[in-house]
């Protein structure tokens, strides 16, 4: 009695979840604006990177051994992947911010992968939540950033990734925005809908789309979503982040990393950035997954399932199951090359604690190709012992 009352609550869950959003509309990418994969220690020669600079370490050089290119951290071997390694010294603020050259343009997506070491913690906000961390994302010039800034529509916005880590040592994202109708002295908070693994590469994916403009003014169509590996997170359609045309685009994007505002890094902090890639246009996804079936997935069916992949363009695809937690519970396939056309692909559960997991599909990335990574709609499986 109870295993079916287990069941059925499962099922409502399966089916009545909200949708995590669909990745397609993130990327690939049509209309490249920036692209960088750090495989080199001059990668801010590479013809992308208009403004370089950094705060609060004495003397300033490019590159430093504050943002320099180094292993990837899930490597110990040979022939490692080069990312790059952002540092935050001991007692300083290190605004590490590189500007991409201008984008000029009203809607764009961003996307890169980000490693957070586990032993980053210790710290929350504190009462009064001024003091913000940031991470990338999309300025519009202006005075859309500092302390106590009004932004009125007519002098400039921005929309950066915040980061914390709260006094229960969660690692938690959000946008730190500033627009026209914020409600705090400083940037609004607009946390996302996400459990954050560290020690581990996670796929961050943005969108933003400037409001327009109409006879009164700033009409409220301005556009701010995020994604976690495939997963939507964030996604507001009302903002207002100009009312002039001075500001009606998206100047740069700007890869930052900082801590605090009143306060200084208590210890050496560290992040790591690979295949970061901007856009003004999507295209079609090359690859895409129907919903597998049999679903649920039991013992009655030997904890087999299937699902039909469609494959628009040759090339290599891996096939993963992710946890709610964003944690890769299971890869299906890895790398594998399909030819252009439709596959039935056999799955096998067995062994998967009961769930709901994502079945996601994805190809590119700095081993395969050279147009970002592409990732398909989290499909939902629940999987019944």
Same mark, same amino acid.
């Given at each position: 009695?109870?295993?079916?009352?287990? !069941?059925?609550?499962?099922?409502?869950?399966?089916?009545?979840?909200?949708?995590?959003?669909?990745?397609?509309?993130?990327?690939?990418?049509?209309?490249?604006?920036?692209?960088? =994969?750090?495989?080199? =220690?001059?990668?801010?020669?590479?013809?992308?990177?208009?403004?370089?600079?950094?705060?609060?370490?004495?003397?300033?050089?490019?590159?430093?051994?504050?943002?320099?290119?180094?292993?990837?951290?899930?490597?110990?071997?040979?022939?490692?992947?080069?990312?790059?390694?952002?540092?935050?010294?001991?007692?300083?603020?290190?605004?590490?911010?590189?500007?991409?050259?201008?984008?000029?343009?009203?809607?764009?997506?961003?996307?890169?992968?980000?490693?957070?070491?586990?032993?980053?913690?210790?710290?929350?906000?504190?009462?009064?939540?001024?003091?913000?961390?940031?991470?990338?994302?999309?300025?519009?010039?202006?005075?859309?950033?500092?302390?106590?800034?009004?932004?009125?529509?007519?002098?400039?916005?921005?929309? +950066?990734?915040?980061?914390?880590?709260?006094?229960?040592?969660?690692?938690?994202?959000?946008?730190?925005?500033?627009?026209?109708?914020?409600?705090?002295?400083?940037?609004?908070?607009?946390?996302?809908?996400?459990?954050?693994?560290?020690?581990?590469?996670?796929?961050?994916?943005?969108?933003?789309?400037?409001?327009?403009?109409?006879?009164?003014?700033?009409?409220?169509?301005?556009?701010?979503?995020?994604?976690?590996?495939?997963?939507?997170?964030?996604? +507001?359609?009302?903002?207002?982040?100009? #009312?002039?045309?001075?500001?009606?685009?998206?100047?740069?994007?700007?890869?930052?990393? !900082?801590?605090?505002?009143?306060?200084?890094?208590?210890? *050496?902090?560290?992040?790591?950035?690979?295949?970061?890639?901007?856009?003004?246009?999507?295209?079609?996804?090359t690859i895409t997954l129907s919903q597998n079936y049999?679903?649920?997935?039991?013992?009655?069916?030997? !904890?087999?399932? *299937?699902?039909?992949?469609?494959?628009?363009?040759?090339?290599?695809? #891996?096939?993963?199951?992710?946890?709610?937690?964003?944690?890769?519970? +299971?890869?299906?396939?890895? =790398?594998?090359? !399909?030819?252009?056309?439709?596959?039935?692909?056999?799955?096998?559960?067995?062994?998967?604690?009961?769930?709901?997991?994502?079945?996601?599909?994805? +190809?590119?990335? *700095?081993?395969?190709?050279?147009?970002?990574?592409?990732?398909?709609?989290?499909?939902?499986?629940?999987?019944?012992?």
């Amino acid at each position: 009695m109870l295993k079916n009352t287990i !069941y059925v609550l499962l099922c409502q869950m399966l089916y009545s979840a909200p949708s995590f959003g669909a990745i397609e509309v993130a990327s690939p990418y049509a209309k490249v604006l920036l692209q960088e =994969n750090f495989s080199q =220690n001059t990668w801010w020669t590479t013809g992308w990177w208009g403004d370089l600079f950094e705060e609060g370490i004495p003397e300033p050089s490019i590159p430093t051994p504050w943002a320099s290119t180094v292993d990837s951290p899930d490597c110990s071997g040979k022939n490692c992947n080069q990312v790059l390694k952002v540092t935050i010294p001991k007692g300083t603020y290190s605004l590490n911010r590189f500007f991409s050259k201008d984008l000029d343009v009203r809607e764009a997506w961003a996307q890169y992968r980000i490693w957070i070491p586990a032993d980053l913690g210790g710290w929350d906000l504190g009462e009064d939540q001024k003091d913000i961390n940031k991470l990338p994302g999309f300025n519009g010039g202006g005075k859309g950033k500092g302390n106590k800034v009004e932004t009125d529509g007519k002098n400039g916005w921005s929309a +950066r990734v915040g980061w914390r880590v709260d006094r229960s040592d969660n690692f938690n994202l959000f946008f730190y925005t500033y627009h026209m109708d914020r409600s705090r002295d400083h940037g609004d908070l607009m946390p996302w809908n996400v459990s954050v693994p560290r020690d581990t590469w996670i796929t961050v994916t943005q969108h933003l789309k400037v409001n327009s403009l109409g006879e009164m003014g700033a009409n409220f169509d301005g556009e701010l979503e995020a994604w976690v590996d495939g997963r939507l997170v964030f996604s +507001r359609t009302d903002l207002r982040f100009t #009312s002039t045309t001075d500001y009606e685009v998206i100047k740069n994007f700007w890869l930052t990393v !900082y801590f605090g505002g009143n306060r200084t890094a208590p210890e *050496k902090i560290k992040f790591y950035f690979d295949e970061l890639e901007v856009s003004g246009i999507k295209r079609e996804a090359t690859i895409t997954l129907s919903q597998n079936y049999p679903n649920p997935v039991t013992k009655a069916t030997n !904890y087999m399932s *299937k699902t039909r992949l469609i494959v628009k363009e040759n090339g290599p695809v #891996s096939i993963e199951l992710i946890n709610m937690l964003g944690q890769v519970a +299971r890869t299906l396939k890895t =790398n594998q090359f !399909y030819e252009k056309g439709e596959y039935e692909i056999d799955l096998n559960f067995s062994g998967l604690a009961s769930g709901i997991y994502l079945l996601v599909a994805s +190809r590119g990335g *700095k081993s395969q190709t050279k147009e970002g990574m592409e990732r398909t709609d989290g499909i939902k499986v629940l999987v019944m012992n």
